[in-house]
């Protein structure tokens, strides 16, 4: 049996006590100001409230970012394996999610295999690290370099692709 304060406690505060009692208060100026003065100190970049857009969640923020960027005809790549919504949320962008085997001996990215894959029609490249589902965190080094294969594919192609880092743990 659950403890008897917390059924007490939900009991208590199940009925709604005002129209936006169950609401998720999400993106509100306030916080968006508080966030952008935190990483304007802890970066040394100029962010301003407007370029900060708060979700009640990753997979939110993740589905924002895509739908933002993504339209028909644009590729997504993704790494396999992957976690499970990447495809669907690529799919339901409009995009064509793209599968890159990461080392599978390693778990690292096969940054040569991935330079390959971009195409004229690639939009973004999204990563998390650590990975999920392998653990693997991957080394500056590793990133610096991803870095300088997505923004050489950007001047190539001469159209933005984007890098998404799902950092959500």
Known sequence: ??????????????FPEHI???????NEPASRQVLAASLRAWRGIEFREEDVFLTNGATAGLHVVLETI???GDEVIFMSPPWLQYESMILLAGGTPVRERINLATYDLD???L???ITPKTRAVIIN???????KIYIPDTLRRLSGIVTAASNRNGRTVY???DESY
Do not use: C
């Not at 690290?129 to 653990?135: A, D, M, Q, V």
């Open 1 to 14: 049996m659950p403890p008897l304060g917390f059924v007490y406690a939900l009991a208590k505060k199940i």
């Open 20 to 26: 936006q009692w169950y609401a998720y208060n999400t």
């Open 70 to 72: 993504v339209g028909p």
């Open 111 to 113: 940054l040569d295999r």
């Open 115 to 117: 330079e390959r894959a």
């Open 129 to 135: 690290s650590p990975h999920n589902p392998t653990g």
């Open 163 to 165: 890098l998404i880092s």
